[in-house]
């Protein structure tokens, strides 16, 4: 019998799936979106599951909650448990498809606290959704967080994007994100870099 592992896992926080119920309703607007992020993304760092993100993907045709998703490396002990990540894996499974731009039935938004990490802007990309709207993107979150979110295209990042059939939103309820990353770098929590850089921020 091997002891290679054949599996991995990562689920939403007990905390979040009981409150799922609440969020069947449609958000019409971005800066509905965005508060319910902001209000996942504070909460998850407080609940110890991972870092200060949450992601949701909507149907834009309806302005129904697809997924939702909080960073869950901390509760999964997997470095790729994104917040995006999870909403877009929550989403592909839900609809049954990887290619979330396959059907015409659905015009789907990826909706962050902030700018995608270069996992996640990759992730991002293959999923197949055809817009991504943001709270801001530069460099307070790494400033404020401690996290190290990797060489994302500098100045083309967006334009990449967009020609890839992309859309990107900006700056949507962006001092808010922001007052997330300063209480999360004021907590003391543990910021988990790899290369054995992980450490705790001064509180």
Known sequence: ????????????????????????????????????????????????????????VVDRATN???????????????SAGHAEFMALSLAQTRLARWDLGASGEHELELV??????????????????KHLVIAGDGPELEQLSGFDE??????DWRAELEARGISVTMDVLRD??????????????????????GSHLAG
């Open 64 to 78: 129904l909650v697809v997924s939702v998703g909080v960073n869950v490396v901390l509760s999964s002990g997997l």
């Open 112 to 129: 962050v606290n902030w700018r995608p990490c270069i996992m996640c802007y990759g992730s991002l990309i293959w999923s197949g959704v």
């Open 1 to 56: 019998m091997t002891d290679f592992a054949t599996s991995a896992h990562a689920s939403l926080p007990d905390w979040l799936v009981a409150e799922l119920d609440e969020h069947t309703g449609p958000l019409e607007t971005h800066e509905q979106r965005m508060a319910l992020v902001n209000t996942l993304a504070d909460r998850n760092f407080r609940e110890g599951n991972g870092g200060p993100f949450a992601a949701i």
């Open 176 to 197: 808010e994100a922001i007052a997330v990353f300063t209480e999360y770098g004021r907590s003391n929590a543990l910021v988990y870099n790899a290369r054995g850089t």
């Open 150 to 155: 990797g060489p994302v295209p500098g100045g």
